[in-house]
């Protein structure tokens, strides 16, 4: 949570302020005396003109009272500097029991002697008036009041009963100037409420008394939802906020919001956090979102926005950090019970204080309490990341202009923290999908869409990122899965007509599967053909060698034979030459066998 | 007009008469000419419709600067009228005799 200082600090030293230096010169200005109201110092660059009245106007309720206390009441505990509560309307009974909602213990202050209330009775029914006369009753009492706790702070609540309690305009007129006089006199800082009249600021014109700052507070009530809105009419000498600032009344007190007085000087993270998903780290860069980027998730019914913001959330709360889950469409045991389906446990993160889910009806109140309460809870718990689920409920709570305001405001306030935002949009039927940013695209650092991917008479759900900045990241439009296991991308598999999703993906699996199976079995067969001609040739080989050997034996037979035929013919010659007694040497051997 | 002012101030005869008594408050901050002017025609009307029947008490704010938020008192001067009930309330220095006797309730309105 900032403290005043460190807001102080930060708006001068991040917000190029087109006054200064000069006005807003701490050593020059008009010094000013904070009000302690969260949000209020901020607009009004430090506080209120030191020792000079603030006029405060508005209709009825707008909460001129409230502002009025919590001035005195913030003077007395924080600043040290006691009040003086002069009220024209309420009694002392009243207003402290009306203040005790808001927290404040106005008797206790009363009785530590730091406030003092003084109810101004006036009626007219029972005063005659006859001849002159001043208010002179009055200054006594405001004299009183002021020194009976040596009041700093005073509040004159609302003076413009005195227009209904006295007649004579013309000593009114005069009497209010001096009493503005003696205010200025005795330095006290003084908050004036008027109530506001048909076309001008007061009925009565104090603004013609109060010159120096003018605060115009508004409670207007659009499709039957409240907001209020603050609003520096003027601050004379010095610099201020000028829009109209939402601000609230809750059991905290008084907070407005003065976020569009941010600029964009906040700094930046190199540093990156994953999405809680891997393969969606991978399609962003590899190493996921930026820390303190605005990450916007946006898609139609059903496609995963909150399964991916819940991956998302248990991530962060893995790392040991903190995690605020703002849900405006289910209760946080709904969600828990759901992401357990999925496989994300969120009670766990939630017992160890690290994941705070936040659950309130967008239609509860009003952009402006949503907004801050969304701030509260973000200055109370300190996360390190937030997941809005859904934003685009919010434009329920109010006109879409005003959403897209807020949303603007919030985007900005998470930014300058550096809180790491994750939104989720709901995109509606037939809207192109790409017009969910809820007019806040252009702030948006990683914008996800989610779709459904109608194919081959089924739905499934699709992922691409349409902007990352200040990364690369990829341009596939990924199918993913939610398992038991939580979000799975699948692999892209590109057909004819786009990416394949579904039984289309599986049938493509299957098929490559097949494919596959039958290149196997095609090689395995080529094998055996090859193994088999192998073993053919070797059996061929295996024949011929056997033919071989049997043509080597036969060789090998013959001639054996042949020498012995021939020893025969040549023994049976030799018989015969024997027994011719022929010349054995005339006849050829072989020649006639 | 002196310090005397801020101590009882009674009739004539000094002490109550008749069936009416009146007891009146003039509450005043300090001696200015609209106080002044307030008591003196206070005293002269009591003395002349009421006299030894009244008496007037001069209240000082600045002196007793509680009595203002006690009293309610807003205008000075303005003076109450304690007895006869009701009470009532007029401010202003009582320059018009006419109106201050019907404020009075001495003369009936017009």
Known sequence: ?593 | MSTAMTELHEGTAGQWAGDEKWDLRLYIAGQTPKSVAAFNNLKRICEEHMPGRYRIEVIDLLENPRLAKEDQIVAIPTLVRKLPQPLRKIIGDLSDTERALVGLQLRPRA
């Open chain 1, 1 to 593: 949570m900032l403290d005043e200082p460190e807001i102080a600090e930060r708006l001068a030293a991040r917000m190029p302020d087109p006054s200064r230096p000069g006005t807003d010169d701490p050593e020059r200005a008009l010094p000013k005396v904070a009000t302690g109201i969260a949000g209020l110092d901020e607009v009004l660059r430090g506080g209120l003109p030191a020792g000079r009245p603030t006029l405060v106007c508005g209709g009825a309720g707008c909460g001129k009272t409230l502002m009025s206390m919590e001035f005195l009441v913030r003077g007395a505990l924080e600043f040290g500097e006691p009040g003086a509560y002069i009220s024209f309307e309420e009694t002392e009974h009243e207003l402290s029991q009306n203040v005790r909602s808001l927290g404040f213990d106005v008797d206790a202050l009363v009785r530590e002697g730091k406030l003092v209330f003084d109810h101004v009775r006036v009626e007219r029914q029972e005063i005659e008036e006859i001849g002159e006369y001043d208010l002179d009753g009055l200054f006594v009492r405001l004299g009183l009041a002021i020194d009976a706790v040596g009041a700093r702070r005073v509040v004159l609540d609302t003076i413009e009963s005195l227009f209904s309690g006295f007649s004579d305009m013309a000593v009114l007129r005069s009497e209010l100037r001096r009493l503005f006089a003696f205010l200025k006199a005795r330095g006290v800082t003084t908050i004036v409420t008027g109530e506001r009249g048909d076309g001008t600021l007061t009925r009565q014109g104090l603004e013609e008394y109060v010159s120096d700052c003018v605060i115009l507070l508004d409670h207007r009530v659009h499709d039957q939802v409240s907001t209020r809105r603050l609003r520096v009419v003027k601050y004379r000498g010095t610099a201020h906020g000028t829009n109209e600032y939402p601000f609230l009344i809750d059991e905290d007190g008084f907070s407005v919001l003065p976020l569009t007085s941010i600029g964009l000087g906040h700094t930046v993270s190199d540093e990156r956090i994953t999405t809680g998903i891997r393969r969606l780290d991978n399609m962003l860069g590899g190493q996921g979102y930026y820390r303190g980027s605005t990450i916007l998730i946006s898609g139609t019914a059903g496609s995963g926005k909150t399964s991916l913001a819940a991956h998302f959330a248990t991530s962060v709360c893995a790392r040991g950090e903190r995690c605020l889950y703002l849900a405006f469409e289910e209760s946080p045991d709904q969600i828990t019970r759901n992401m357990r389906s999925i496989g994300l446990d969120m009670a766990t993160p939630v017992r160890q204080g690290l994941l705070r889910i936040e659950s309130a009806r967008p239609t509860l109140h009003g952009l402006e309490m949503h907004l801050a309460q969304i701030h509260r809870a973000v200055e109370q718990f300190d996360p390190h990341a937030i997941v809005i689920d859904p934003i685009s409920n919010l434009s329920t709570a109010g006109v879409a202009l005003d959403a897209t305001a807020m949303l603007l405001r919030l985007i900005d306030f998470l930014k300058v923290r550096g809180t790491t935002a994750l939104l989720v949009s709901l995109t509606g039927g037939e809207a192109a999908i790409e017009v969910s940013g809820q007019g806040v695209s252009s702030l948006i650092d990683t914008w996800l869409i989610l779709r459904d991917l109608e194919a081959g008479g089924e739905r499934n759900r699709g992922l691409y990122v349409i902007k990352s900045r200040g990364m690369a990241h990829s341009n596939q439009i990924r199918e993913f899965l939610i398992t038991n296991e939580g979000i799975q991308l699948q692999d892209v598999y590109v057909g004819p007509e786009g990416v394949l999703t579904g039984s289309l993906r599986a049938q493509q699996e299957a098929r490559e599967r097949a494919a596959a199976v039958a290149r196997e079995q095609d090689a395995r067969r080529r094998q055996r053909d090859l193994q088999r001609r192998r073993a053919a040739v070797e059996a061929q080989i295996a024949a011929l060698q056997a033919e071989f050997a049997a043509l080597d034996e036969e060789g090998r037979v013959s001639t054996t034979e042949h020498d012995a035929r021939s020893a025969i013919i040549q023994t049976e010659r030799d018989a015969a030459a024997g027994r011719r007694g022929a010349d054995t040497a005339a006849s050829a051997p072989g020649s006639n066998p």
